[in-house]
């Protein structure tokens, strides 16, 4: 009997093993992608690491800023060069995600919180990025962001 619980035990242990390895390296969705993607692309913005929000830009990227103007890659660049705010923290969730082939459109709430003119400050921003894959990734070719509170 001790026999047999043995081989069981030892072929538990095998086929957990396995599973554990497989669990780790488990492919990401596209939605999962897409959503870790933003997360990254909102680090960098704030870390200024312009390598990584040219590659996520397309060429032909358009944005609507929450006051109506528009910008180009170009522009969101140097946004991202001259930021200058004092941001304590930048918060995203409330995603939803929908992939239609090559295209996907990523909808997702920013909660930002930090010091203006030495008053505190907290937006509330809801975005609607499209995304299309160029060249094996995905790209956002247009953003628009919408103010939803602000104090």
């Known amino acids: 009997m001790r026999w047999r619980h043995a081989v069981v035990c030892l072929a538990a242990a095998c086929f957990a093993v396995p599973c ?3 669990q780790r390296g488990r492919v990401q969705s596209d939605q999962e992608t897409l ?19 040219d590659r996520v830009l397309a060429e032909d990227f358009i944005a609507t800023y929450d006051d109506g ?24 969730d409330d995603f939803t995600v929908k992939v239609y082939g090559d295209t ?6 920013r909660h930002l919180a930090g010091l203006s003119q030495g ?15 160029r060249d094996g990734r995905w790209q956002c070719v247009s953003s628009q962001s919408t103010k939803v509170t602000g104090r």
């Not at 103007?69 to 995203?92: H, I, P, W, Y």
């Not at 996907?104 to 709430?109: G, K, M, R």
């Open 20 to 22: 554990a390895a497989a």
């Open 35 to 53: 959503v870790q993607l933003e997360h990254d692309w909102d680090e960098a913005f704030f870390a200024k690491n312009l390598a990584f929000i």
């Open 69 to 92: 103007a528009r910008g180009d890659k170009a522009k969101e660049l140097k946004l991202a060069t001259e930021f200058n705010q004092q941001v304590e923290s930048s918060m995203l």
């Open 104 to 109: 996907a459109v990523v909808w997702f709430t």
């Open 119 to 133: 008053r505190r400050l907290e937006l509330t921003f809801r975005f609607t990025d499209v995304f299309v894959v």
